[in-house]
């Protein structure tokens, strides 16, 4: 994948396929808005008629009043769906505690009593063709595949951000 294009990262969870949907949903129904209130506006410029009508009908002020409170309910439907799928789970097989330094990561299975490293960011000058430019590190915490994962973010010195954008899972850590 190209790192400095405008797209989403390819999905790898069911949660980040919901979230793209999301996005691409909420994209369309605002590009339609936007659509129709240009269109209306270009036509109310050119119309050299007022209609008294369209002032001062309780009709019109229930319409405009009803059919925005419509669209941000349908929004508001997935958005509510995936926030709850993302929440927190409470049967997780193995924790993970990820520590934020100012230029590092520091990882601890707390499952295991002995795996604990710390992960720096690759130079740019170092990479290899294969690899990511800020994406790839020199020790790469490894998640096991098809188990509950708890993980807990924290910081030692400023706010850090923890993310894997194709999991569609980012932590902000204190």
């Known amino acids: ?19 793209i ?10 590009f339609f ?12 410029m050119n119309n050299k008629l ?18 925005p409170m419509l669209i941000l309910i349908i929004i508001a439907i997935p958005s509510l769906k995936i926030l709850y799928l993302t929440d927190e ?3 997780n097989k193995m924790t993970i505690k990820i520590i934020g330094h100012q230029w590092y990561w520091s990882y601890e ?8 490293f710390d992960s720096f960011m690759i130079p740019t000058n170092n990479l290899n063709n294969n690899e990511f430019r800020l994406l790839d590190v020199d020790n790469r915490c490894i998640l096991p595949f098809n188990l509950p994962i708890r993980l807990l973010t924290t910081s ?15 932590m902000d850590s204190t």
């Open 33 to 44: 808005i936007t659509l129709l209130i240009f269109f209306i506006m270009m036509r109310m």
């Open 156 to 170: 030692m010195d400023v706010i850090h951000a923890w993310a894997v954008p194709s999991l569609g899972i980012k």
């Open 50 to 67: 007022i209609d008294r009508f369209l002032l001062q009908g309780h009709l019109i002020e229930l319409i405009w009043t009803l059919i």
């Open 21 to 30: 949907f999301f996005h691409d949903f909420t994209m369309i129904t605002l």
């Open 109 to 116: 299975y707390s499952d295991f009593t002995t795996i604990q």
């Open 1 to 19: 994948i190209n790192t400095w294009t405008l797209y989403l990262q390819n999905s790898n969870t069911p949660n980040y396929d919901m979230m």
């Open 89 to 91: 789970i409470h049967h």
